[in-house]
């Protein structure tokens, strides 16, 4: 721009004017080179701000993608950049700066959150013509949530107590569940040879670990970690978390427990059982030398008797030894003052109603009945031999004592005693119908009882006990509903088989030395289930009274080789359950509820606070929940329960292994998990 000169007749109002205008006009020129200037920059500013956006857009994918990966990889930190490179390239992004960590503390404390920042170079482009060259990083940063805070895996190991320590291993030791959670409110004291599983958890105090081994994803304890220097055989740092976790029963409110708690200490008393109605009428001696009033029903010489079809009222019915007597079918016979039959005179009665009062002794070659009823009522009752009766009800209103050799069978039909007695190896045999039984039943040495389908009500004798078996004695039974009011006892080698139903009440203890079977059905026990040793194994093959083989099978599943064992069983008792030294336990929940049966994957529940204790050497497969809140659990050395990897779930006060092991998964359909780790949602946070 030219100089402006001012004139000798200027003023000097229009040289300043004339300044002014030059001045304006330099400035402009300078403006404009500044405004081309800030216009080039603003463009390829904006450029950046375009790359930004879509860097962000890549930096969230990759975020979510890596933290995906790294959840669906065991938590395996190497996923996570080649993930987050593969998303950003996805993404039009060939030529990024890709970088993609774990991050503690992202949202929230002791959360963690994958960060990936994705960064590109924005070549200048307008803002080559002022001189710019090269180009400016433009880069974006996202963070996925990790669980915050981790997600605790629902238990199969739980210890409610809320102080001291709630888990302690020691010896030999192991806890074994890949799984699932090991959880305790209290402490955790790992002194045995190994923990393992998927989360280990102290709710609210603290993990200490020794000369052992700790396996798990996560370690989560509110108080402190423990731990010699020496020993590495633990997790990682950061699968450490020291923050507190609310741990919670997940059975505490369970409607269907609390509903099943409320049979505990009921049964159902057997049916009154009274004598029969037996009028007075005259003595019959049928001998070689018979009373008057018999001696025509006599066949020739040769001692052999046929009573024809009638009524008979009877006082006292005496047949002597070596005679062979028979009652034809048809008849009505009633007795006043007993039976007595001697010996080698087999006695047959057809399908008759003979009712007897004041004792019944059937001669040591015994008796043979058709179908019809029979009932005895007060007094010694007493079968030798062989004894046979068909169908229809009978009626013992005293106690059936059946001695050595000595055998009774009795077909369909409701039966009633006023005890049982069976020993010396004699056996009772009954078909289809109920049982009802006063006073208890106990099953000798090497005798059997055995009672087809039916209703089972058994009272307790004077000793309070409902059933009591000797060493190898046995009780076998049909499906049916089933009470007893009063304990069972059995000896070692005995065999009890229970049958199907919906639920058996059990009045007392269940003391089990033998071995058992449990049918499907939920066992409501007021009192222990106790299975100590001397158990005898199953199957075993009944030759002698059934004809069956036992124990096999169990509902389709094998359980050869166990002394107790029980397929869809439910078991709620006000005691607890002990195990002693070299049972072979096997019980399975059922998958489904059962109306007033069997409870879905529950096994056992108490609120019993007795200590409960697995003995060395007992071999135990539990699949289902096994719950006592309130019991300290001991399993001493050499015990080992295990689920076969199946569901099994153990939820006590607390528990102390002393040398075995507990391993399975968590059952699915037990609400809750027992424990609260906040969200599993993997999403955005920053």
């Known amino acids: 721009m030219c100089p402006y000169l001012p004139s000798k007749k200027s003023s000097p109002v229009g040289a300043l004017i004339g300044n002014v205008r030059g001045a304006v006009a330099v400035i402009g020129a300078f403006s404009l080179?500044?405004?081309?200037?800030?216009?080039?920059?603003?463009?390829?500013?904006?450029r950046g701000y375009s790359q930004l956006i879509s860097n962000q857009r890549a930096a969230d994918a990759a975020a979510l993608g890596a933290a995906l990966a790294y959840?669906?990889?065991?938590?395996?930190?190497?996923?996570?950049?080649?993930?987050?490179?593969?998303l950003a390239i996805a993404n039009g992004l060939k030529n990024a700066m890709v970088s993609a960590t774990v991050v503690n503390d992202v949202p929230s404390a002791g959360a963690k959150a994958v960060k990936v920042t994705i960064t590109t170079p924005v070549p200048f482009a307008v803002a080559t013509a002022l001189g710019y060259r090269g180009s400016y990083d433009v880069g974006a940063t996202a963070y996925a949530s990790l669980s915050a805070p981790s997600q605790i895996a629902p238990p199969c190991i739980l210890a409610l107590a809320s102080t001291g320590t709630g888990i302690a291993t020691s010896g030999g030791a192991?806890?074994?569940?890949?799984?699932?959670?090991?959880?305790?409110?209290?402490?955790?004291?790992?002194?045995?040879?190994?923990?393992?599983?998927?989360?280990?958890?102290?709710?609210?105090?603290?993990?200490?670990?020794?000369?052992?081994?700790?396996?798990?994803?996560?370690?989560?304890?509110?108080g402190t970690f423990t731990n010699p220097s020496w020993n590495a055989n633990v997790p990682a740092s950061d699968k450490r978390l020291n923050a507190a976790t609310t741990i919670t029963d997940p059975l505490a409110n369970n409607a269907d427990l609390a509903a099943a708690r409320q049979a505990i200490g009921t049964s159902v008393p057997p049916r009154a059982i009274a004598n029969p109605v037996t009028p007075g009428g005259a003595d019959w001696v049928i001998s070689w030398t018979p009373s008057s009033n018999v001696?025509?029903?006599?066949?020739?010489?040769?001692?052999?008797?046929?009573?024809?079809?009638?009524?008979?009222?009877?006082?006292?019915?005496?047949?002597g030894g070596g005679l062979t007597v028979k009652f034809e079918s048809g008849s009505t016979i009633t007795v006043a003052n007993g039976v007595s039959i001697g010996g080698g005179s087999p006695v047959t009665f057809g399908d008759?109603?003979?009712?007897?009062?004041?004792?019944?002794d059937s001669g040591s070659s015994g008796v043979t009945m058709g179908n019809g009823s029979l009932a005895i009522g007060?007094?010694?009752?007493?079968?030798?031999?062989?004894?046979?009766?068909?169908?229809?009800?009978v009626t013992f209103n005293d106690t059936l004592s059946l001695g050595g050799g000595s055998y009774l069978t009795l077909g369909a039909g409701n039966h009633s005693f006023g005890a049982l007695?069976?020993?010396?190896?004699?056996?009772?045999?009954?078909?289809?119908?109920?049982?009802?039984?006063?006073?208890?039943?106990?099953?000798?040495?090497?005798?059997?009882v055995a009672a087809g389908a039916g209703d089972y009500r058994i009272g307790a004798d004077a000793s309070g006990n409902a059933i009591t078996l000797s060493g190898s004695g046995i009780f076998i039974m049909g499906d049916g509903a089933f009470s007893a009011g009063g304990h069972i006892n059995t000896a070692g080698g005995s065999r009890l088989v229970f049958g199907r139903t919906a639920n058996h009440l059990i009045?007392?203890?269940?003391?089990?030395?033998?071995?058992v079977l449990f049918g499907t059905s939920r066992y409501t026990i007021a009192g222990n289930l106790t299975n100590g040793t001397g158990g005898t194994k199953w199957p075993y093959a009944d030759t002698n009274v059934t004809g069956q083989t036992y124990g096999t099978t169990l509902e389709g599943v094998d359980v050869t080789g166990y002394d107790v064992a029980g397929i869809n069983v439910s078991f709620v008792l006000s005691g607890t359950v002990n195990l002693g030294g070299g049972a072979y336990t096997k019980l399975i929940a059922s998958s489904t509820s059962v109306s007033g049966g069997a409870i879905a994957d529950l096994l056992i529940d108490s609120l019993t606070s007795s200590a409960t204790d697995w003995g060395a050497g007992a071999q135990n497969v539990f699949v289902g929940a096994v719950h006592l809140p309130n019991s300290d659990l001991t399993m001493s050395g050499g015990s080992t329960t295990l689920s076969n990897g199946q569901c099994f779930m153990l939820i006590t006060r607390t528990i102390n292994a002393t040398g075995g092991a507990a391993a399975g998964s968590a059952c699915t359909s037990i609400v809750g998990s027992g424990g609260s780790g906040g969200s599993t949602t993997i999403g955005l946070v920053r």
């Open 33 to 46: 080179t500044a405004l081309l200037g800030i216009g080039a920059i603003s463009v390829d500013l904006a």
């Open 71 to 86: 959840s669906g990889a065991n938590a395996n930190e190497a996923i996570l950049l080649p993930a987050a490179q593969d």
């Open 174 to 222: 192991t806890i074994d569940t890949p799984d699932c959670s090991v959880v305790a409110v209290a402490d955790i004291a790992n002194r045995g040879t190994r923990i393992a599983a998927k989360n280990i958890v102290s709710g609210a105090g603290s993990v200490l670990n020794d000369w052992g081994t700790l396996t798990t994803s996560l370690l989560r304890y509110a």
């Open 295 to 319: 001696a025509g029903f006599q066949k020739g010489s040769s001692g052999n008797f046929v009573i024809p079809a009638g009524n008979y009222t009877i006082g006292r019915l005496t047949i």
């Open 352 to 360: 008759v109603n003979l009712s007897v009062n004041g004792g019944f």
């Open 378 to 393: 007060s007094g010694t009752i007493k079968f030798q031999g062989t004894n046979s009766f068909g169908n229809g009800p």
């Open 421 to 448: 007695s069976i020993g010396g190896g004699g056996w009772l045999k009954m078909g289809a119908g109920d049982l009802d039984e006063r006073s208890g039943i106990n099953v000798g040495g090497g005798s059997t």
């Open 507 to 515: 009045k007392g203890n269940m003391t089990i030395a033998g071995s």
